[in-house]
């Protein structure tokens, strides 16, 4: 069965207050797009087209009005509401009716992972049928972080969640793949202490039975998490440096879609008029105008 996938976007955004008082955290801008952009691209570079974004019942409607169904972009995107935010593996629980038996990818809405490899870590991940997998990512201050022990064959040991003393230099990102079997097992956990489903029990339960697998994401690759006031202000930076210094846009769902062949060259006009006289705009035309040079045609003027 084809690979869902679901973001999370939910939570009260406070570690960006004032910020996100009246804005939802994975909408806000990340350079020159919404920050959800760049946890959405991750997924369509592992071609799910089946996606739940999972947010507020104060901020869905926000989310609906811009994506829609996912049609413009080629995916059949979903909505569900998650009243309390009640641990990361709560995702498999409400989840669990648009999963429906099938394989699932979960990624947090404020994460960013850029890497010259990615698509090929990600086809990793995404080709093992059975089991769990998640990444290993080299940070100064494990610390604050859900940290992944493992070996020299990267057989994962231990997994802790914010260790005082942690066992290695990796950070678990926010990024899982699991089975069919996930939203069974997330049902079984028993709430922590601070009285959420917690993401890191779930790993552990597939790291019990030994099919908890791991990819590294190596040096060069980029994670943010861009929950603080000073990761949101990096990861813009990032963005733009990335994209005016070559010309290419990360993280652009229209461009992933047409390159896939999800989309035809109606579409990306379509969204080149909705878009008006901006960058982004123009970024998709250019686009456009290679492919056809390469066809011997010449795309139409758009207003």
Known sequence: MKRKGIILAGGSGSRLFPLTRVVCKQLLPVYDKPMVYYPLSVLM?????DILIISTPEDLPAFEHLFGDGSRIGLNIVYAEQPRPEGLAQAFIIGKEFLDGAPAVLILGDNMICAQDLTHLLRQADIRKHGATIFGYRVKDPSR??????????????????PAHPRSDYAVPGLYFYDERVCEMAASLIPSARGEIE????????????SLQ????????????????????????YVHTIETRQGLQIACPEEIAFHKGWVGHEIIEEEISRLGRTDYAGYLKEMLEDDLAHRGRRVPQSE
């Open 214 to 237: 791991m990819e590294l994401l190596g040096r060069g690759t980029i994670w943010m998490d861009m929950g603080t006031h000073d990761s949101l202000l990096e990861a813009g930076f």
């Open 45 to 49: 570079l592992t071609d799910v087209r």
């Open 145 to 162: 972080y859900g940290v992944v022990e493992f070996d020299e064959n990267k057989k994962v040991l231990s997994i802790e969640e914010k």
């Open 199 to 210: 993401i890191t029990d779930l790993n552990r339960l597939y790291l019990k039975e030994g």
